[in-house]
């Protein structure tokens, strides 16, 4: 019984805070205190249920480093997944690398050089 307690509270957690807001992985990690593994198998457990529990409302992407698109879940029975949207161009990619080595750091702080 103990065991099964484990496992149900950080579930009614993620829910939660499914319900509440929009969440990535790795905020339901820190809230449920469960691996990122098991997080990971929870939501795809959710989203193929019958209904459909769980979707992909949208993709978030960090402004300031580059990276792959941050999927943002919430709780919504029978809603469908957000589409992920096109990758950069080799020009926004151009103009997103001349943007971060434009920033410099130096012992006076941050300096912009054009």
Sequence with gaps: MAKLAKVVIP???IIHELM???????HL???S????VTVCRYLEVF???????????RH??????????TELFSWGPGKED??????????????????????KVTEKGIQHVC
Excluded at 20 to 26: K, P, T, Y
Excluded at 47 to 57: A, C, D, E
Excluded at 60 to 69: E, M, Q
Aim: hydrophobic share 30%; with cysteine; proline share 7%.
């Design 29 to 31: 990690v820190k809230v």
């Design 11 to 13: 579930i009614k957690a």
């Design 82 to 103: 957000a589409i992920k949207p096109p990758k950069l161009t080799p020009k926004e990619r151009s103009h997103r690398r001349n943007i971060r080595s434009a920033i």
């Design 60 to 69: 978030k992407r960090n402004l300031i480093t580059s990276g792959d698109y």
């Design 47 to 57: 989203r193929q249920r019958p209904g459909n529990l769980v979707y992909l409302s």
């Design 20 to 26: 509440i807001r929009e969440c990535s992985r790795q």
């Design 33 to 36: 205190g469960l691996t990122e």
